[in-house]
C-alpha cells in the first residue's frame, strides 16, 4: 500500500539526503533523545526505577519498569536502537512504558555504552552482562524464575538476536523468547544484498547510502562483519534459541533481512511469528503508533510475550 498520508507529509517535508553531511554523534543524540510526548502524557506504569549495574567491564545504567503489584513477574531486557552510537534510557522511555503494560512483565532497559567512544563488542558485552546480571538478582527483581525475554529496536534487534546466539553457547542463562522490531541484521553494506535496501533505500528517513558510515562508529578496527555476532544473520545453526517475533516496516530498508532471519529461525525448528506493517516506515514505534492503522502494536508484542513458550 502507498505510505500512510500523515507520513508521507513529514517524509516531503524532509530535505533531500546529502552524502556530504558529516554525522557528529554528539548533534545526533539530541535529536534521538528528544521526546515526542512528555513524560505525564505517556503510558503510566506502577513504578520506574534508574539505578546502575556493576558488570565485568563498566557500570551500566538501567531503568526498571514495573507493570503493577505482585509477588513475582516475567522480566524483558530492552535493547534500545540508534545505530550503536545513539539512543538512551530517554530516548525509548515511550516505547517501553506500553510493552510492560501491554504484557505484564517488568522491563529492564539497558543504557549500554555506546560507539564510536566504545566500539564493538562493547554494547553487546553490556547487554549480555545485564542479562546475566538480572537472574543473579532474582530476588531484588521479584523475577519468577522462568520467563526471561529479550526485545529491542533496529540496531538493539541486532543485539537481541546477537545475545541469544552468546547463550546458547555460553549456557550461562536460559532465554525464553526474543522479540526484533524492524532488525538491523547485517552489517555488510559493501553490498546491497537485499531488495528492500535498493527499493527502500532513499527518501524513507533511513538512507542505505548512509549505512556504511554511521554503523562504523560501532565498527571501529579490524571487524569481521561475517561474524554472526557482528552481523546475526550469517548465522547458519540457529536450533535451539528462544521462541521469536519478528516486527518489519513495509518501507524500511531493512525489511527483507528481517523477514529472512524469521524464515531461517523457522527452518532451524524455532518457532517464529512475523508481523509485517503496511504503509509505515522504520523507527515508527514511539512517533506513529498513535495512527489507528499501528495502535495495535504494543498489544501484539504483549500477547507474543504473554503466550506460553512454543517449541516447534
Same mark, same amino acid.
Given at each position: ?9 513529514? !517524509? ?52 526498571? #519498569?514495573?507493570?503493577?503489584?505482585? *509477588?513475582? #513477574? ?18 525509548? *522511555?515511550?516505547?517501553? $512504558?506500553? =510493552?510492560?503494560?501491554?504484557?505484564? #512483565? ?11 567512544? %566504545?566500539?564493538?563488542?562493547?554494547? @553487546? ?49 536460559? !532465554? ?24 527502500? /533505500? ?11 558510515? !554511521?554503523?562504523?562508529?560501532? !565498527? ?12 546475526? =544473520? $550469517? ?5 535451539? @534459541? ?9 518501507? *524500511? ?6 523477514? @529472512? ?9 524455532? %518457532? ?13 514505534? /514511539? ?26
Amino acid at each position: 500500500m502507498p505510505v500512510h498520508p500523515e507520513i508521507k507529509k513529514i !517524509l516531503d517535508s524532509i530535505p533531500p539526503y546529502n552524502p556530504n553531511h558529516k554525522v557528529i554523534p554528539e548533534e545526533h543524540r539530541k535529536m534521538f533523545d528528544a521526546p515526542i510526548l512528555p513524560v505525564e502524557q505517556r503510558v503510566q506504569v506502577y513504578a520506574v526505577e534508574d539505578k546502575i549495574v556493576s558488570t565485568p567491564e563498566a557500570d551500566v545504567p538501567v531503568r526498571i #519498569y514495573t507493570p503493577g503489584e505482585s *509477588d513475582s #513477574y516475567p522480566v524483558l531486557l530492552f535493547f534500545h536502537g540508534g545505530a550503536f552510537f545513539s539512543g538512551s534510557l530517554e530516548s525509548h *522511555d515511550e516505547v517501553i $512504558r506500553p =510493552i510492560c503494560m501491554e504484557s505484564g #512483565y517488568k522491563v529492564v532497559s539497558v543504557g549500554f555504552r555506546l560507539a564510536p567512544e %566504545h566500539p564493538f563488542p562493547a554494547a @553487546l558485552n553490556d547487554c549480555y552482562n545485564v542479562t546475566k546480571w538480572v537472574t543473579e538478582h532474582k530476588g531484588e527483581l521479584q523475577w519468577d524464575g522462568r520467563n526471561l525475554a529479550l526485545a529491542g529496536d533496529s540496531s538493539g534487534g541486532n543485539l537481541v538476536a546477537a545475545v541469544s546466539l552468546m547463550a546458547r553457547e555460553k549456557k550461562e542463562f536460559t !532465554l525464553t523468547k526474543q522479540v526484533l522490531l524492524y532488525p538491523s541484521l547485517d552489517l555488510d553494506f559493501s553490498k546491497f544484498r537485499y531488495p528492500s535496501l535498493t527499493e527502500n /533505500g532513499t527518501g524513507y528517513f533511513v538512507e542505505s547510502a548512509q549505512l556504511a558510515k !554511521l554503523n562504523g562508529f560501532y !565498527l571501529r578496527g579490524n571487524v569481521d562483519t561475517d561474524h554472526p555476532l557482528v552481523s546475526p =544473520i $550469517r548465522e547458519d545453526r540457529l536450533e535451539n @534459541l528462544p521462541t521469536a517475533f519478528v516486527l518489519t516496516a513495509e518501507y *524500511d530498508p531493512f525489511r527483507d533481512e528481517g523477514e @529472512l532471519f524469521a524464515e531461517n529461525l523457522s527452518k532451524c525448528g524455532v %518457532h517464529v511469528e512475523t508481523k509485517r506493517y503496511e504503509g509505515i516506515t522504520h523507527g515508527f514505534l /514511539g512517533k506513529f503508533t498513535h495512527l489507528d492503522e499501528y495502535k495495535d502494536v504494543y498489544k501484539r508484542i504483549g500477547n507474543f510475550l504473554k503466550k506460553s513458550v512454543v517449541r516447534s
